[in-house]
T-cell receptor, first 111, second 113 residues
Framework: EAAVTQSPRSKVAVTGGKVTLSCHQT?????MYWYRQDTGHGLRLIHYSYVADSTEKGDIPDGYKASRPSQENFSLILELASLSQTAVYFC??????????FGEGTRLSVL | QQKVQQSPESLTVSEGAMASLNCTFSDGTSNNFRWYRQHSAKGLEVLVS????GEKEEGRFTAHLNRANLHVSLHIREPQPSDSAVYLC?????????????FGSGTKLTVEP
């Protein structure tokens, strides 16, 4: 069964600390994405990747880095976490033309 | 940049009554439209995808697209309390080679027994 798995599911981080969110897909999809959702808002694209070892900036990349070491894995890295990065983060994967499949989200609180 | 807006922000319907949700987009060359459902604290579940003007039905969910009016809607037939969730409209822009989606802010649907 197609799946996108995110870890951790929730995290509390301190301001200025480093945070890594991980995503693993078993769908054999080429494309992977990281979105951010703030309360009362839709999802906004942070980074995406269409092939291993390559990442692209989305609409709100500032303060975030991404890493795609393999087709299955895509990480989002916050080098210096800030209060404004408190949000729910979603990872997704897709093939060309297919509806992106989403993970269940990671709830990040930066204190 | 693509702007996607949804209305209403929230909607309450009785079980069995039709629920209609609206979505407008700014880029008339958009060619790929999807409706997702998001239950509280859960991921997103794709309900229906539509790529050309007209209607597309998936079970109790029907999407209707009118690109000339920059409008796509979702109609839920015989909604049930388990359909209570946030519904998100997502649009891909023409020329997006990587299936990148732009989302509206969602409509919170409550279905009362």
């Amino acid at each position: 069964e197609a799946a996108v798995t995110q870890s951790p599911r929730s995290k509390v981080a301190v301001t200025g600390g480093k945070v890594t969110l991980s995503c693993h897909q078993t769908n054999n999809h080429d494309y992977m994405y990281w979105y951010r959702q703030d309360t009362g808002h839709g999802l906004r694209l942070i980074h995406y990747s269409y092939v291993a070892d390559s990442t692209e900036k989305g609409d709100i990349p500032d303060g975030y880095k991404a890493s795609r070491p393999s087709q299955e894995n895509f990480s989002l890295i916050l080098e210096l976490a800030s209060l404004s990065q408190t949000a729910v983060y979603f990872c997704a994967s897709s093939d060309d033309g297919s509806a992106p499949l989403f993970g269940e989200g990671t709830r990040l609180s930066v204190l | 940049q693509q702007k996607v807006q949804q209305s209403p922000e929230s909607l309450t319907v009785s079980e069995g009554a039709m629920a209609s949700l609206n979505c407008t987009f700014s880029d008339g060359t958009s060619n790929n439209f999807r409706w997702y459902r998001q239950h509280s604290a859960k991921g997103l579940e794709v309900l229906v995808s539509i790529f050309s003007d007209g209607e597309k039905e998936e079970g109790r969910f029907t999407a209707h697209l009118n690109r000339a009016n920059l409008h796509v809607s979702l109609h839920i037939r015989e909604p049930q309390p388990s359909d209570s969730a946030v519904y998100l409209c997502a649009v891909s822009m023409k020329g997006s080679n990587y299936n990148v989606l732009y989302f509206g802010s969602g409509t919170k649907l409550t279905v009362e027994p």
